[in-house]
Protein backbone atom coordinates (compact mmCIF):
# COMPACT_ATOMS: atom_id res chain seq x y z
CA UNK A 1 0.00 0.00 0.00
CA UNK A 2 1.16 3.28 -1.22
CA UNK A 3 2.58 5.18 2.43
CA UNK A 4 0.80 8.18 1.81
CA UNK A 5 -2.82 6.30 1.63
CA UNK A 6 -1.88 6.05 5.49
CA UNK A 7 -2.78 9.34 7.69
CA UNK A 8 0.59 11.05 9.14
CA UNK A 9 1.17 11.80 12.57
CA UNK A 10 2.11 15.60 12.57
CA UNK A 11 3.18 18.46 15.14
CA UNK A 12 -0.12 19.62 16.90
CA UNK A 13 0.41 23.63 17.21
CA UNK A 14 0.01 24.98 20.52
CA UNK A 15 -3.47 26.95 20.55
CA UNK A 16 -1.81 30.59 20.41
CA UNK A 17 0.31 29.46 16.92
CA UNK A 18 -2.67 27.45 15.59
CA UNK A 19 -4.38 31.01 16.26
CA UNK A 20 -1.46 32.86 14.60
CA UNK A 21 -1.29 30.21 11.61
CA UNK A 22 -5.32 31.56 11.10
CA UNK A 23 -3.83 35.24 11.20
CA UNK A 24 -1.44 34.70 9.30
CA UNK A 25 -3.99 33.11 6.40
CA UNK A 26 -6.62 35.70 6.98
CA UNK A 27 -4.01 38.71 6.54
CA UNK A 28 -2.03 37.47 3.76
CA UNK A 29 -4.13 35.40 1.69
CA UNK A 30 -3.83 31.84 1.48
CA UNK A 31 -1.60 30.11 0.34
CA UNK A 32 0.93 31.14 2.75
CA UNK A 33 4.17 30.05 3.80
CA UNK A 34 4.75 30.66 7.66
CA UNK A 35 7.88 30.25 9.88
CA UNK A 36 7.92 29.99 13.97
CA UNK A 37 11.02 31.82 14.71
CA UNK A 38 10.65 30.11 18.56
CA UNK A 39 10.48 26.59 17.13
CA UNK A 40 13.57 27.25 14.54
CA UNK A 41 15.04 28.69 17.38
CA UNK A 42 14.90 25.45 19.54
CA UNK A 43 16.23 23.67 16.54
CA UNK A 44 19.35 25.16 16.41
CA UNK A 45 20.11 25.35 19.77
CA UNK A 46 19.64 21.42 19.64
CA UNK A 47 22.19 21.26 16.83
CA UNK A 48 24.45 23.70 18.70
CA UNK A 49 24.35 21.05 21.90
CA UNK A 50 25.08 18.23 19.83
CA UNK A 51 27.77 20.26 17.82
CA UNK A 52 29.05 22.58 19.64
CA UNK A 53 32.32 24.98 19.50
CA UNK A 54 34.79 24.27 17.76
CA UNK A 55 32.60 22.07 15.04
CA UNK A 56 32.19 24.25 12.38
CA UNK A 57 28.27 24.07 11.55
CA UNK A 58 27.22 25.35 7.83
CA UNK A 59 23.40 25.82 7.06
CA UNK A 60 22.70 24.37 4.46
CA UNK A 61 20.69 26.73 1.94
CA UNK A 62 19.27 24.73 0.00
CA UNK A 63 16.22 23.90 2.26
CA UNK A 64 15.25 27.04 2.72
CA UNK A 65 16.81 29.74 0.37
CA UNK A 66 14.37 32.72 1.84
CA UNK A 67 17.00 35.81 2.84
CA UNK A 68 15.50 36.60 6.25
CA UNK A 69 15.24 32.28 6.74
CA UNK A 70 18.61 31.84 6.37
CA UNK A 71 19.63 35.71 8.12
CA UNK A 72 17.62 34.16 11.19
CA UNK A 73 19.53 30.59 11.37
CA UNK A 74 23.21 32.17 10.65
CA UNK A 75 22.55 34.43 13.60
CA UNK A 76 22.27 31.40 15.63
CA UNK A 77 25.75 30.09 15.22
CA UNK A 78 25.77 28.99 11.52
CA UNK A 79 27.64 29.85 8.56
CA UNK A 80 26.05 29.16 4.94
CA UNK A 81 26.70 26.39 2.76
CA UNK A 82 25.70 27.00 -1.02
CA UNK A 83 25.69 25.02 -4.45
CA UNK A 84 25.74 27.69 -6.77
CA UNK A 85 27.06 31.22 -7.40
CA UNK A 86 22.63 31.66 -6.74
CA UNK A 87 22.70 30.69 -3.59
CA UNK A 88 26.20 31.77 -2.34
CA UNK A 89 24.29 35.50 -3.05
CA UNK A 90 21.39 34.73 -0.99
CA UNK A 91 24.05 34.27 1.66
CA UNK A 92 25.49 37.56 1.22
CA UNK A 93 22.45 39.47 1.15
CA UNK A 94 21.65 37.68 4.09
CA UNK A 95 24.79 38.91 5.80
CA UNK A 96 27.10 36.29 6.00
CA UNK A 97 30.76 37.02 5.29
CA UNK A 98 32.07 34.88 2.56
CA UNK A 99 34.56 33.87 5.38
CA UNK A 100 31.53 31.89 6.50
CA UNK A 101 30.71 30.23 3.34
CA UNK A 102 31.20 27.47 1.39
CA UNK A 103 30.74 26.65 -2.20
CA UNK A 104 29.89 22.79 -2.65
CA UNK A 105 27.58 21.17 -5.03
CA UNK A 106 27.56 18.45 -8.31
CA UNK A 107 27.06 21.39 -11.13
CA UNK A 108 29.38 23.87 -10.46
CA UNK A 109 29.89 25.72 -13.79
CA UNK A 110 33.13 27.59 -14.88
CA UNK A 111 31.41 30.85 -13.69
CA UNK A 112 30.99 29.39 -10.15
CA UNK A 113 34.48 28.49 -9.88
CA UNK A 114 35.61 31.68 -11.31
CA UNK A 115 33.55 34.14 -8.89
CA UNK A 116 35.48 31.76 -6.34
CA UNK A 117 38.94 32.63 -7.40
CA UNK A 118 38.01 36.42 -7.96
CA UNK A 119 36.67 36.20 -4.34
CA UNK A 120 40.19 35.13 -3.63
CA UNK A 121 41.71 37.56 -6.14
CA UNK A 122 40.23 40.36 -4.05
CA UNK A 123 41.15 39.12 -0.68
CA UNK A 124 38.17 37.94 0.43
CA UNK A 125 38.02 33.79 -0.37
CA UNK A 126 35.21 31.60 0.75
CA UNK A 127 35.46 29.17 3.94
CA UNK A 128 36.25 26.74 0.99
CA UNK A 129 35.45 25.04 -2.49
CA UNK A 130 34.29 21.13 -2.23
CA UNK A 131 35.85 19.69 -5.92
CA UNK A 132 33.21 16.71 -6.94
CA UNK A 133 36.21 15.26 -9.88
CA UNK A 134 39.10 15.35 -11.30
CA UNK A 135 38.38 17.73 -13.89
CA UNK A 136 36.95 20.24 -11.50
CA UNK A 137 40.27 20.45 -10.04
CA UNK A 138 42.07 20.79 -12.86
CA UNK A 139 40.00 23.67 -13.90
CA UNK A 140 39.57 25.03 -10.55
CA UNK A 141 43.67 24.54 -10.53
CA UNK A 142 43.93 26.55 -14.04
CA UNK A 143 41.76 29.41 -13.19
CA UNK A 144 43.85 29.97 -9.94
CA UNK A 145 47.14 30.15 -11.23
CA UNK A 146 45.80 32.60 -14.36
CA UNK A 147 44.59 34.81 -10.74
CA UNK A 148 47.87 34.35 -9.12
CA UNK A 149 46.63 33.00 -6.27
CA UNK A 150 49.45 32.19 -3.30
CA UNK A 151 51.40 34.84 -4.72
CA UNK A 152 51.73 39.19 -4.36
CA UNK A 153 49.69 39.04 -1.14
CA UNK A 154 46.72 36.83 -2.48
CA UNK A 155 45.44 34.27 -0.37
CA UNK A 156 44.81 30.48 -1.55
CA UNK A 157 41.54 29.01 -2.30
CA UNK A 158 41.15 26.21 0.61
CA UNK A 159 39.11 23.20 -0.88
CA UNK A 160 37.90 20.34 0.27
CA UNK A 161 37.39 17.17 -1.88
CA UNK A 162 33.75 15.83 -1.72
CA UNK A 163 34.40 11.79 -0.69
CA UNK A 164 31.79 9.45 -2.50
CA UNK A 165 31.10 6.96 0.81
CA UNK A 166 29.71 4.04 -1.00
CA UNK A 167 27.06 3.29 1.45
CA UNK A 168 23.36 2.28 1.83
CA UNK A 169 21.60 5.02 3.40
CA UNK A 170 18.96 3.94 5.49
CA UNK A 171 16.49 6.32 3.13
CA UNK A 172 14.51 7.19 0.00
CA UNK A 173 16.41 5.81 -2.95
CA UNK A 174 16.35 9.19 -4.19
CA UNK A 175 17.98 10.91 -1.04
CA UNK A 176 20.75 8.67 -0.61
CA UNK A 177 23.74 10.25 -2.07
CA UNK A 178 26.00 8.33 0.13
CA UNK A 179 25.59 5.38 -2.20
CA UNK A 180 28.34 4.05 -4.59
CA UNK A 181 26.19 4.13 -8.28
CA UNK A 182 25.43 8.03 -7.20
CA UNK A 183 26.48 10.43 -9.33
CA UNK A 184 27.73 12.96 -6.31
CA UNK A 185 31.54 12.46 -5.15
CA UNK A 186 35.03 10.15 -6.11
CA UNK A 187 35.87 6.80 -4.71
CA UNK A 188 38.50 6.77 -2.03
CA UNK A 189 41.50 6.13 -4.86
CA UNK A 190 39.80 9.01 -7.25
CA UNK A 191 39.87 11.27 -3.63
CA UNK A 192 43.19 10.28 -2.68
CA UNK A 193 44.38 10.75 -6.48
CA UNK A 194 43.04 14.11 -6.17
CA UNK A 195 44.31 15.19 -3.26
CA UNK A 196 47.90 13.97 -4.36
CA UNK A 197 47.82 15.77 -7.68
CA UNK A 198 46.52 18.95 -6.02
CA UNK A 199 50.00 18.93 -4.02
CA UNK A 200 51.86 18.41 -7.31
CA UNK A 201 50.40 20.42 -9.16
CA UNK A 202 48.23 23.19 -7.46
CA UNK A 203 51.14 25.41 -6.42
CA UNK A 204 50.78 28.33 -3.49
CA UNK A 205 47.11 29.18 -5.07
CA UNK A 206 44.92 26.07 -3.97
CA UNK A 207 45.48 24.45 -0.58
CA UNK A 208 43.88 21.02 -0.01
CA UNK A 209 42.79 21.11 3.38
CA UNK A 210 40.35 18.19 3.81
CA UNK A 211 37.86 15.99 2.48
CA UNK A 212 33.98 16.38 2.34
CA UNK A 213 30.84 13.56 2.26
CA UNK A 214 27.30 13.76 2.51
CA UNK A 215 25.42 10.59 3.01
CA UNK A 216 21.63 11.37 2.65
CA UNK A 217 18.57 13.27 3.90
CA UNK A 218 16.16 12.15 6.18
CA UNK A 219 18.09 8.82 7.65
CA UNK A 220 16.02 6.66 9.68
CA UNK A 221 19.52 4.98 11.51
CA UNK A 222 22.97 6.29 12.10
CA UNK A 223 24.74 2.77 10.28
CA UNK A 224 25.41 4.21 7.12
CA UNK A 225 26.58 7.74 8.50
CA UNK A 226 28.87 5.85 11.10
CA UNK A 227 30.40 4.04 8.38
CA UNK A 228 30.82 6.60 6.17
CA UNK A 229 32.38 8.68 8.74
CA UNK A 230 34.83 5.90 9.67
CA UNK A 231 36.00 5.71 5.88
CA UNK A 232 36.29 9.45 5.15
CA UNK A 233 38.12 9.27 8.11
CA UNK A 234 40.47 6.94 6.88
CA UNK A 235 40.82 9.07 4.00
CA UNK A 236 42.35 11.86 5.73
CA UNK A 237 44.47 10.11 8.24
CA UNK A 238 46.14 8.29 5.19
CA UNK A 239 46.50 11.64 3.78
CA UNK A 240 47.31 13.79 6.70
CA UNK A 241 51.06 13.13 7.81
CA UNK A 242 53.41 15.56 6.23
CA UNK A 243 50.63 17.48 5.03
CA UNK A 244 49.47 19.92 7.74
CA UNK A 245 47.18 22.14 6.21
CA UNK A 246 44.90 18.66 5.44
CA UNK A 247 43.39 19.43 8.55
CA UNK A 248 39.28 19.01 8.13
CA UNK A 249 36.14 16.39 7.19
CA UNK A 250 33.28 17.94 7.25
CA UNK A 251 30.52 14.90 7.36
CA UNK A 252 27.51 16.57 6.14
CA UNK A 253 24.52 16.46 7.43
CA UNK A 254 21.22 14.28 6.58
CA UNK A 255 19.60 14.71 10.45
CA UNK A 256 15.93 13.33 9.73
CA UNK A 257 12.43 14.85 10.63
CA UNK A 258 9.86 13.00 10.08
CA UNK A 259 6.29 12.59 10.61
CA UNK A 260 5.47 12.08 14.80
CA UNK A 261 5.72 8.22 15.30
CA UNK A 262 7.83 7.03 13.09
CA UNK A 263 11.16 6.73 14.81
CA UNK A 264 14.13 8.53 13.84
CA UNK A 265 18.07 9.42 15.41
CA UNK A 266 18.19 13.08 16.63
CA UNK A 267 21.19 15.37 16.13
CA UNK A 268 22.75 14.12 19.18
CA UNK A 269 22.40 10.47 18.25
CA UNK A 270 25.17 11.10 15.18
CA UNK A 271 26.99 13.25 17.21
CA UNK A 272 27.64 10.17 19.93
CA UNK A 273 29.06 8.40 17.45
CA UNK A 274 32.24 10.26 16.81
CA UNK A 275 34.73 10.15 19.68
CA UNK A 276 35.22 6.33 19.33
CA UNK A 277 35.72 7.11 15.93
CA UNK A 278 38.43 9.61 16.17
CA UNK A 279 39.91 7.47 19.12
CA UNK A 280 40.11 4.59 16.88
CA UNK A 281 42.80 7.16 14.77
CA UNK A 282 46.47 8.48 15.99
CA UNK A 283 46.17 11.57 17.43
CA UNK A 284 48.57 12.99 14.67
CA UNK A 285 46.15 11.31 11.85
CA UNK A 286 42.84 12.67 12.84
CA UNK A 287 41.25 15.52 11.53
CA UNK A 288 41.44 18.75 13.49
CA UNK A 289 38.38 20.59 12.03
CA UNK A 290 35.69 18.89 11.80
CA UNK A 291 32.00 20.46 10.10
CA UNK A 292 28.72 19.48 9.51
CA UNK A 293 26.12 21.06 6.85
CA UNK A 294 22.12 20.86 8.76
CA UNK A 295 19.67 21.95 6.82
CA UNK A 296 16.18 19.86 7.18
CA UNK A 297 17.31 19.47 11.08
CA UNK A 298 17.19 23.44 11.56
CA UNK A 299 14.18 24.46 9.78
CA UNK A 300 11.58 22.08 8.51
CA UNK A 301 9.47 22.25 11.85
CA UNK A 302 9.37 25.35 12.00
CA UNK A 303 7.68 25.84 9.06
CA UNK A 304 3.36 25.92 8.38
CA UNK A 305 1.73 26.05 4.90
CA UNK A 306 -1.88 27.76 5.36
CA UNK A 307 -4.07 26.58 2.28
CA UNK A 308 -7.94 27.09 1.86
CA UNK A 309 -10.24 24.44 1.06
CA UNK A 310 -11.86 24.40 -2.33
CA UNK A 311 -13.88 21.69 -2.79
CA UNK A 312 -15.13 18.92 -0.61
CA UNK A 313 -16.34 15.40 -2.91
CA UNK A 314 -17.25 11.67 -1.73
CA UNK A 315 -14.85 9.20 -3.19
CA UNK A 316 -15.45 6.19 -1.14
CA UNK A 317 -14.53 8.55 1.64
CA UNK A 318 -14.21 12.09 1.83
CA UNK A 319 -11.83 13.99 -0.26
CA UNK A 320 -10.62 17.49 -0.31
CA UNK A 321 -9.19 19.87 -2.25
CA UNK A 322 -6.68 22.87 -0.92
CA UNK A 323 -5.43 25.89 -2.98
CA UNK A 324 -1.83 24.65 -2.15
CA UNK A 325 0.14 21.88 -3.73
CA UNK A 326 2.92 20.80 -5.69
CA UNK A 327 3.55 24.63 -6.59
CA UNK A 328 3.97 25.15 -2.98
CA UNK A 329 4.94 21.92 -1.70
CA UNK A 330 6.56 19.38 -4.04
CA UNK A 331 8.72 16.85 -2.09
CA UNK A 332 5.16 14.20 -1.97
CA UNK A 333 4.66 14.60 -5.80
CA UNK A 334 8.40 14.55 -6.37
CA UNK A 335 9.04 11.44 -4.40
CA UNK A 336 6.09 10.56 -2.26
CA UNK A 337 7.48 12.73 1.00
CA UNK A 338 4.83 13.12 3.38
CA UNK A 339 3.32 15.89 5.07
CA UNK A 340 1.17 15.93 8.11
CA UNK A 341 -2.08 18.05 7.71
CA UNK A 342 -4.20 19.74 10.67
CA UNK A 343 -7.46 21.48 10.40
CA UNK A 344 -7.38 25.18 11.55
CA UNK A 345 -11.05 25.30 11.07
CA UNK A 346 -14.15 23.63 10.45
CA UNK A 347 -17.20 24.56 9.39
CA UNK A 348 -16.03 28.05 9.34
CA UNK A 349 -14.89 27.84 13.27
CA UNK A 350 -11.87 27.28 15.00
CA UNK A 351 -10.82 23.58 15.14
CA UNK A 352 -10.25 22.45 18.78
CA UNK A 353 -11.00 19.46 20.71
CA UNK A 354 -14.68 19.69 20.86
CA UNK A 355 -14.91 19.37 16.89
CA UNK A 356 -16.39 16.49 15.48
CA UNK A 357 -14.68 13.37 15.50
CA UNK A 358 -11.98 13.44 12.57
CA UNK A 359 -12.22 11.18 9.21
CA UNK A 360 -9.60 9.79 7.61
CA UNK A 361 -9.28 12.36 4.25
CA UNK A 362 -7.91 12.72 1.32
CA UNK A 363 -6.55 15.84 0.65
CA UNK A 364 -5.39 17.12 -2.82
CA UNK A 365 -3.76 20.24 -4.37
CA UNK A 366 -4.74 22.50 -7.26
CA UNK A 367 -2.75 21.75 -10.08
CA UNK A 368 -3.57 19.97 -12.99
CA UNK A 369 -1.93 16.94 -12.33
CA UNK A 370 -2.95 14.14 -10.78
CA UNK A 371 0.54 13.46 -8.89
CA UNK A 372 -0.43 16.59 -7.15
CA UNK A 373 -1.61 15.18 -4.16
CA UNK A 374 -1.14 15.09 -0.25
CA UNK A 375 -1.89 11.76 1.26
CA UNK A 376 -4.89 10.66 3.64
CA UNK A 377 -4.98 12.60 6.81
CA UNK A 378 -7.46 12.49 10.11
CA UNK A 379 -9.16 15.81 9.43
CA UNK A 380 -12.53 16.88 10.94
CA UNK A 381 -15.59 17.74 8.66
CA UNK A 382 -14.45 20.37 6.21
CA UNK A 383 -16.28 23.34 3.67
CA UNK A 384 -14.92 25.85 1.40
CA UNK A 385 -12.87 28.25 3.02
CA UNK A 386 -11.56 26.57 5.62
CA UNK A 387 -8.06 26.79 6.63
CA UNK A 388 -5.47 23.72 7.24
CA UNK A 389 -2.05 24.11 7.84
CA UNK A 390 0.55 21.74 6.33
CA UNK A 391 3.40 21.00 8.92
CA UNK A 392 6.79 20.28 8.83
CA UNK A 393 7.35 22.90 5.24
CA UNK A 394 10.14 24.45 6.05
CA UNK A 395 12.50 22.84 4.41
CA UNK A 396 12.52 22.27 0.82
CA UNK A 397 8.87 23.90 0.01
CA UNK A 398 10.03 27.55 -0.25
CA UNK A 399 13.40 26.88 -2.13
CA UNK A 400 11.66 24.16 -4.63
CA UNK A 401 8.27 26.35 -5.32
CA UNK A 402 7.50 26.91 -8.90
CA UNK A 403 4.55 29.20 -10.83
CA UNK A 404 3.59 25.91 -13.09
CA UNK A 405 -0.33 26.46 -14.06
CA UNK A 406 0.47 30.17 -13.78
CA UNK A 407 0.53 29.99 -10.13
CA UNK A 408 2.22 33.37 -8.49
CA UNK A 409 4.78 32.63 -5.50
CA UNK A 410 2.98 32.38 -2.11
CA UNK A 411 3.97 34.98 0.97
CA UNK A 412 6.36 34.35 3.52
CA UNK A 413 5.73 35.17 6.81
CA UNK A 414 7.64 34.92 9.78
CA UNK A 415 5.84 34.28 13.30
CA UNK A 416 7.34 37.03 16.21
CA UNK A 417 8.87 39.19 13.46
CA UNK A 418 5.57 40.19 11.57
CA UNK A 419 6.79 40.78 8.30
CA UNK A 420 6.37 39.51 4.74
CA UNK A 421 9.65 38.08 3.26
CA UNK A 422 8.75 37.44 -0.08
CA UNK A 423 5.89 39.21 -1.27
CA UNK A 424 3.41 37.17 -4.01
CA UNK A 425 3.50 39.05 -7.47
CA UNK A 426 0.23 40.92 -7.84
CA UNK A 427 -1.61 39.18 -10.54
CA UNK A 428 -4.03 40.89 -13.40
CA UNK A 429 -7.90 39.12 -13.17
CA UNK A 430 -8.64 38.18 -16.30
Known sequence: ????????????????????????????????????????????????????????????????????????????????????????????????????????????????????????????????????????????????????????????????????????????????????????????????????????????????????????????????????????????????????????????GGFPILPLGEPAPDASRFARELPDLLESLPEDRRPTRLAIEPGRALVARAGWIVARVLHVRERGGPLVVLDAGMTEVIRPALYGARHPIVALTSFGREADGTTAEPTPTRVEGPVCESTDTLGVHDLPPLRRGDLVAIADTGAYAASLTSTYNGRPRAPQVLIGIDAVLRRAPRTRAV
Not at 173 to 195: I, M, N, R
Open 1 to 252: MDARSEPSIGPEPSPELAAALRGAGRRFGTPVHVTDVATLDRAAAAVRDAFPDPWIRQYSVKANDVVAIVSEVTARGFGANGVSRGEWAVARRAGVPNARISLEGVGKTDADLRAAVRAAADGDPLRWVAVESADEAERLTDLARRAALGRSGRPPLDVLVRLNPDVAPETLPGLAVGAGASKFGLTETEATGVVEWLGANAGDGIRARGIHLHVGSQLRAVDAWRDAVRRGLAVVGLLRPGNADFDTLDVG
